[in-house]
Structures are given as structure tokens and as C-alpha cells.
């Protein structure tokens, strides 16, 4: 998971690109860069930490230029920072192209040695961003026809992107001297959209991984990129679009409504503030048959991307709501912290009790989800310690049993509570006195009942069916041999490279 946004405008962009990146912070704190152009100069900023961090009024002043690209990044489990796979990348053969991706390849293997073998293509970093990006130069310069690019062939690009690349991602890309290039894979399992901004001197079109980037910027969202679909934004502001893959499918990760994307942004057609709404209706259904009503006191949310659910849960259920926890904001997310010790010792610097609302009290927590399960056990010590006589806990997602595959860092099958234990030995392990997990048909319908057309979702990481058919288990074992030491690792090399921990892009926000 990462962001990224892309914005053709009649004035300077750097501001924009910089305000953009500060909405989209939830979804990268590792690092942050931006791309701009004047005609075919690029000018590019980028470093680790947030994007406050990175970028200096002495690097604004840097970025001129009327269009631009930028990405945040997200940090892979346990690696160390390696400033070559910070985003945007640049190549200057065929064109010159920036790029900025989210998502990950599970092909960049392949994709690498075919390239230096037969494309005689060099790729310099372990991130299959830089694979994506060398894939698409190679495909702009098979299909261009002389010294200038078209629509026909920038699009017939894209088209040998989607034939030769496997995986999740949305891109954002500039070519020198023609314009921004933004495309989605077949299945659109990374999001993408796309708005306007109407000024005096023309129509700016912005792209970015969530609307609420639009909503903010000023921009009006237009539609959402559609799976396999490029659009294209020359200079004179002039908006091209074309399906470039042969049989494509929406099916969007479903973990993004779950906990990855902001409430107050609208994915494929659906408010996903209202998608967690619905899944506290789900939940409280299922809450009813394992525990007594009359045995919850009250209901407290993990704060924040659980708090939809847990509201609209104690309203069906008719038990008070509270908010037992204060939280720090100065912290980042503990799920996408690099290593556990920090995951673990974050909590507490995230988290604190407020302690009227545990005492004597038997309390029904509410949380998104539980991946690892290190913060829901520290939460619940965390209650106990503060006076509750009861913690019962609910997740508003099923058990995540299953590596994701597609740039969210979920690395390995063992680090992952769920994965061969039962909800009671969870329950267990995370010290609740009973644990209720949302079914798998209910956190689907929580989305389809808002919007009929999406059918079919990404959920991999609580099934295991890989939505691009191409996952398989000795492709997993190939990956978490590596994550764990058994073979040459990007944590070996210093690289931190999630490419190689599961085919995830190092900048899925990690990319």
C-alpha cells in the first residue's frame, strides 16, 4: 500500500503535488517524493520519512513545472531504508519516463531476468517499481513507429504492460515532453481515480490513489480508472482514455475498505465510511450468537479505522458506546511499522486507557481487524490493567490467514495469528475472554449492498485465493524462505526490498 497522484494544471504544481501527498500520509510513512516538468526537463525530490520531513522550501523551489507526479511510501517489515527505492523512478531511454506505482508484481523475478537477457534492460534496485517502469519503456519503444510518440502507441504500451506484468498496481507516469500517462491493472485491485479542476485557462485533471486527494485539492472527482483502462493527459490539457487489457475484471482488495483507505474517501463507487457502517450491522449479528447482550456493558473502538463499525455495532446491539482510548497521532500506524519490537513498543506510545470507561465494566473491544495480533494483545492488557472485569473482542474483518501478495505487508503465514489456530486459541493467545471475527459472505455483502455492481473482490489474505491465479505455494514458500533467512533476503543485503519478501513492490508503500 502506497500513495501516489498525478496532476496536469495551468500553474505551478509542486504545492499541489506536496498538499496531495500530505492527505494520501496514511497510506506511506516510510518516505515521499516528487517529479515535476518544464517541457522535457524533469525535476525530482525525494528521501525517507514523512513527506513534512522530506521536502524543505529550498526543494519546492526546485520543483517547477506545471505537471508533476508523487508518491509516499510505506515501510516493508523489518528492512532497513535503501534510498535507491524511494518513488518516483526515472529512466531516460526510450523518452525519459518518471513513475510512481502501488501495488506489487508477483512476476518481478521473471520479469527481471527476461529483461536483461533479452531486452538488454538494467535493472539497478530490488523494487519492482523500477522492474514496471523498465517493462513499459521497453513496450514505448517496440510499439513506437519513429522519433515521436501517439495515443496508438503510448496505449498499445500499456496493453504490453498488462500482457507481460502479474500482480496489483496502479501507476502514475510522465513522459518527457508529452505528458501524464495513468493506468490500473486488469483486475484494479489497487485503486485510482480521477478528477477535474475547471480554471479560466483550461481543465486540470488530477490522479491519485483515493478521491479524498480530489476532494481536498479542489478537484471534482470524475470516475474511478477502470480495471485495465489508461487515460492520458497531453499538455494542452487535452483527456485520452482506452481499455488496454484484454479480459478485464474489477476485483478491488477488500482490505482496503476494511482498514487501508481513508473513511472519507469513495472507492469504485462506494463511501467507504458507509462500507464500515455497514460491516458493524454485519458484525453485531454474528456478535449476538457467541455473547450474551446483557454480558456487554459497553462498546469501545481500537481507534481509528474501527470506529464505523463499532458505533454502528452498539447501536444495533443497544449497548453504550465509548471512547475508552486516547490516541496519540504523533505515532504511525503499528500495522505498517518496520519489525515487531517496534510494532509492539508503539502501542503503548500510541495508546492510553481512559480508565472510567474500563472499570468494574465488561467491555466488548472492536477493532478493524487483527493481523499479527501483537497490538489487540497489548489492548487487551491494556484494558485489564485499567479495571475492566470482562474484554470480550470483535473484528470487523474475518481471520487473516493468508500472505497478501498484492503490496500490503502481511509477509508471512507464520507471523500471522490467525493462521492454524482456532478463534478460541486466538482468543487465547490475545488474552480476550471471547473473540468474535466478522464471516468472510458478511464483510462482502457489507460492500455489495452499497453498490450491486461489485461482485467479486480480492480477499486473499482471508481465503487464500489469489485473485490473478498465478499464486502458488511453492511461490510462497519461495518467498518466506527468503523473508526468513533460508535464502539470500533483501533484510541480508540491506536493500529492504518487499519485492522480495512476497513479490511486493518496495513502494507499495511500501508500495
Known sequence: MCGILGVVATTPVNQLLYDGLMVLQHRGQDAAGIATAEGHTFHLHKGPGLVRDVFRTRNMRALPGNWGIGHCRYPTAGS???????????????????????????????????MFEQDLRHVNTNSDSEVLLNVLAHELQAHAKGPRLDLDTIFAAVAGVHRRCKGAYAVVAMIAGYGLLAFRDPYGIRPLVVGTNETMAGTEYLVASESVTLDTLG??????????????????????????????????????????????????????????????????????????????DVVIPIPDSSRPSAMQLAQKLGIPYREGFVKNRYVGRTFIMPGQAMRKKSVRQKLNTVGQEFKGKRVLLVDDSIVRGTTSREIVEMARAAGALKVYFASAAPPVRYPNVYGIDMPTRAELIATDRTGEEIAREIGADALVYQDLEALEASITALNPDLKVFDTSCFNGCYITGDVTPEYLNHVENKRNGKAKSSDEDGTGSRQMVLGLAPDEGQD
Open 80 to 114: 532497513a531504508w535503501n534510498f535507491a527505492e524511494a518513488q518516483p523512478f526515472y529512466v531516460n531511454s526510450p523518452f525519459g519516463i518518471t513513475l510512481a506505482h502501488n501495488g506489487n508484481l508477483t512476476n518481478s523475478e521473471e520479469l527481471k531476468r527476461v
Open 219 to 296: 478537484f471534482q472527482v470524475m470516475r474511478d480508472v477502470a480495471p485495465g483502462e489508461a487515460v492520458f493527459i497531453d499538455l494542452n490539457l487535452k483527456f485520452s482514455a482506452r481499455q488496454c487489457a484484454e479480459k478485464p475484471m474489477l476485483a478491488p482488495c477488500i482490505f482496503e475498505y476494511v482498514y487501508l483507505a481513508r473513511p472519507d474517501s469513495m472507492m469504485d463507487g462506494v463511501s467507504v465510511y458507509e462500507t464500515r457502517l455497514s460491516m458493524g450491522e454485519f458484525l453485531a449479528e454474528k456478535v449476538k450468537k457467541f455473547i450474551p447482550v446483557e454480558e456487554i
